[in-house]
């Protein structure tokens, strides 16, 4: 790039000026080893090589069509992941990245910037922590935490830093559901009573190969295609001498090595809660973004494994209510033995968004239907499907220059999100999806689980900041 900068100061000495700016405000001088500016190229490393990760390196793939960006680094504890991404990685830039078994050795390199997590879930923020404090950005895959202590302690750590911290919640960053924030917040349906949420599939999610059933459907469709390798016949290439199994556990109480729990592990509620953490995280996320909520009131919720009796730990069917202090009730249901119509509802008093598909779906409409003049509901149409009456004004809404709205959404692998990331690491501007929007999604789906589990309706304190049984004075 030019040496040319902020009006014939050079490259050497804005660096100086950055950095002395940083030490004066107390920052560690790693956090600032390396200042971007818009041509310097951007070098990344994967903390975690799963199945995810594999998204992961795609996604900055097509960055860097945009961007000036690589991924030089891989790092997890398991060989056969580390080596079969260290290959993805090889293709995907013309370059050997040099491979890690533990994040220490790699965050200890200054040349680079970001690192991409991709472990468990009960890891996620605890791995954020470590990062942040080795002075890289980071972005991390939701949930952002799953336990309440590691949720604060990160969000603390990462908000005293001058780190960019993107998480993982890729529809921040779409542009349908900005679209959709811009309308509540225009008034176009009123204050918002009830938003409700139905993401269904039928299929043993997150179990690649289930016991009773042997390869399953979810198996045969995933993308990732290592983790049919890794798991077929439920004899996994998993191997223990080919991991650190007390490592993985970080911190969690021992149990006997497990190839499956340590690979599906989203089945097992002592390292994640499944639905809540995988889906409800985006659908809480999706709430917040459009009304400008932060934390919730209360949650309860319920469900159980009534479809896929595999052994299972975290229910394969659940419903939970939340309510928010602005007065509306958000309820969230998944089922994963019928995949009937999924679709999410925004109910205000002069009128409805709806939203047709599951998780991340962008085809939404908007119309007067259950506004204030209508006591009990417009009558519908008889015939199928069912359409809301012309009186009520039903109209899709569109993104001009976006894509055309459908049900399906855009894939796990959206480009946008990662783009957003980058241009924060250059800018050091907050990204779309911040470690506070994270936080908030994290009370949640906390809150969710231990309501679960318990049995008991659970509420927020806002001041404590602590989960508690009892309502909470304003």
């Known amino acids: 790039m030019s040496d040319e900068l902020n009006g014939g100061t050079d490259r050497r000495t804005f660096i100086k000026q950055a950095v002395g700016a940083a030490l004066v405000a107390g920052m560690d001088a790693r956090s600032y080893a390396r200042v971007l500016g818009a041509n310097d190229r951007i070098r ?4 975690g090589c799963g199945g995810r990760s594999h998204g ?6 097509l960055a860097s069509k945009q961007i000036p960006v690589e991924t030089v680094a891989v790092c997890d504890i398991w060989s056969l992941a580390r080596e079969r991404r260290a290959a993805q990685v090889k293709e995907a830039f013309n370059l050997t990245p040099q491979t890690y078994k533990y994040s220490e050795e790699m965050l200890a390199r200054k040349d680079i910037d970001g690192v991409m997590i991709a472990t468990g879930d009960f890891q996620h ?5 470590e990062v942040v404090r080795a002075g890289k950005d980071c972005y991390v895959e939701k949930p952002f935490a799953n336990v309440l202590s590691e949720a604060k302690e990160t969000r603390d750590t990462v908000n005293a830093s001058r780190q960019m911290v993107q998480v993982g919640s890729q529809h921040r960053s779409e542009p349908y559901q900005l679209a959709v924030r811009d309308l509540i917040r225009a008034g176009r349906i009123g204050k918002i009573v009830h938003i409700e949420q139905e993401w269904n599939v039928n299929e043993e999610r997150w179990r690649f190969v289930g016991a009773d059933t042997g390869i399953s459907r979810e198996m045969l469709q995933d ?3 290592e983790w049919k390798e890794w798991l077929l016949g439920r004899n996994s290439q998993l191997r223990e001498e080919d991991t650190d199994w007390q490592r993985w556990l970080l911190g969690k109480p021992y ?10 592990f989203r089945l097992y509620k002592n390292f994640s809660s499944g639905i809540f953490d995988q889906w409800m995280s985006h659908g809480s996320d999706l709430v917040h973004l459009w009304t400008d909520e932060t934390y919730p009131e209360s949650v309860v919720a319920n ?4 479809a896929w009796k595999d052994g299972r730990e975290n229910p394969d069917t659940c419903v939970a209510a939340v309510t928010y202090p602005k007065g509306f009730l958000y309820t969230y249901k998944t089922v994963f033995g019928n995949s009937y119509r999924s679709f999410s509802r925004i109910q205000g008093r002069d009128g409805t968004i709806a939203n047709y598909g599951g998780e991340g779906a962008s085809l939404f409409t908007i119309s007067g239907e259950g506004g204030r003049d209508e006591y009990s509901g417009s009558p519908l149409e008889t015939s199928l499907p069912v359409s809301v009456p012309a009186g009520d004004h039903e109209e899709i809404v569109k993104v001009e220059g976006a894509e055309a709205p459908n049900s399906d959404g855009p894939g796990d692998d959206s480009v946008i999100h ?5 241009k924060s690491m250059q800018s050091r501007v907050q990204p779309n999806a911040n470690v506070d929007h994270g936080f908030s999604h994290s009370i949640v789906i906390i809150m ?11 509420y927020w304190d806002p001041h404590k900041e602590e989960i508690v049984d009892h309502p909470v004075a304003g």
């Open 223 to 225: 993308r990732n295609v």
């Open 56 to 61: 992961h390196v795609h996604m900055v793939q």
């Open 418 to 422: 990662v783009t957003n990331w980058l």
């Open 303 to 306: 469900g159980g494994v009534f």
């Open 448 to 458: 969710a689980a231990q309501s679960y589990w318990s049995g008991k309706k659970l």
């Open 44 to 47: 990344l490393a994967q903390l």
């Open 125 to 129: 923020a605890k791995l954020c922590a």
């Open 255 to 264: 149990q006997p090595f497990d190839p499956h729990v340590y690979l599906e």
